[in-house]
T-cell receptor, first 115, second 115 residues
């Protein structure tokens, strides 16, 4: 079936601490895993993504790891800042048919960074 | 121009009204999407167009009718909606490497209220 589980649903950290959000997908054919950040009242925006042929990717304070065997991937934010406060959605993309993949979003994590 | 523009930003309609949501992008993207997002929930895929052809319809009720008149425009025609259809409707576009495996560029959304 189509399912992307995301944990935790809410996460509160102190400024400067690290935050970790975890996702699990069910379809082993999934091959693309983006993370989107959505600030209150704003559009979702891509912050980092990883493809199935890579185990880890880093961009400044943000990193994503992928374990294909266990079918889970994680977002790591280091040195958190108040402007990191937002809802974060993981997603997994699987072949749908022809030249099309289908992207399934996780349930979201509300991250609050306390100053 | 790296934006996806949606109009109107807000729409209130009765259950017997007919209205349309519009989406426009000038990034040369050949894949365009409609998502529905309820409060505190992830975006939920409704339709995908690739090269102006409908490639995914997620069993959306016929009271929602998508249209892609050209490569820059995407419409969502609304008729006989129900109050539970009230939500934020997000349009997105992506490059046509392979639909669903690249960055989604979202618009700000049209907030729909059905009375």
């Amino acid at each position: 079936g189509e399912n992307v589980e995301q944990h935790p649903s809410t996460l509160s950290v102190q400024e400067g601490d690290s935050a970790v959000i975890k996702c699990t997908y069910s379809d082993s054919a999934s091959n693309y895993f983006p993370w989107y950040k959505q600030e209150l009242g704003k559009r979702p925006q891509l912050i980092i993504d990883i493809r199935s042929n890579v185990g880890e990717k880093k961009d400044q304070r943000i990193a994503v790891t992928l374990n294909k065997t266990a079918k889970h991937f994680s977002l790591h934010i280091t040195e958190t800042q108040p402007e990191d406060s937002a809802v974060y959605f993981c997603a997994a993309s699987k072949p749908y048919g022809g030249a099309t993949n289908k992207l399934i979003f996780g349930t979201g994590t509300l991250l609050a960074v306390q100053p | 121009d790296t934006e996806v523009t949606q109009t109107p930003k807000h729409l209130v309609m009765g259950m017997t009204n007919k209205k349309s949501l519009k989406c426009e992008q000038h990034m040369g993207h050949r894949a365009m999407y409609w998502y529905k997002q309820k409060a505190k929930k992830p975006p939920e895929l409704m339709f995908v167009y690739s090269y102006e052809k409908l490639s995914i319809n997620e069993s959306v009720p016929s009271r929602f009718s998508p249209e892609c008149p050209n490569s820059s425009l995407l419409n969502l025609h609304l008729h006989a909606l129900q109050p539970e259809d009230s939500a934020l409707y997000l349009c997105a576009s992506s490059r046509m490497e392979k639909v669903g495996t690249g960055e989604l560029f979202f618009g700000e959304g049209s907030r729909l209220t059905v009375l």
